[in-house]
């Protein structure tokens, strides 16, 4: 299972970015393996923050759509108690990192997800140091 970052969404939704074609071919080499992609719902919050952002007249709706076009793609989500906040409260401050960072991570860790697919070298990294070993660049 390869967790999809925010990053590697906008850049899938946004025909213009730099990286685009690049995010395309390599989800679609994702697809090809039939390989299981995952997110989860703070990662489309931020993804939707930041396509309003570039794209202000965007249908919020379509977004979403097209993200749920891609094969396989589920949310995996935290467990409904407080016990996650302090496994990843505790994490951010083990990995001197962002709290939000620190969810996603903690979210793949506890879904037992080994690959991550992100262009955030510092996200990686921190991943990385968690034995998310087979990481997608």
Known sequence: MVFLDANVLIYYLDETAEKHNDTVRLLQELVDEQEQTATSHHVIEEVLFVISRIQPDVDLLKVVHR??????????????NLAFAERYASLSTDLKMGINDALLLQLIVD???????SYDKQFVSKATQLAIDKVVK
């Open 67 to 80: 993200i749920s076009e891609i094969p396989y793609i589920i949310l995996v989500e935290p467990s409904p």
């Open 111 to 117: 879904a037992g997800i080994t690959k991550l697919f």
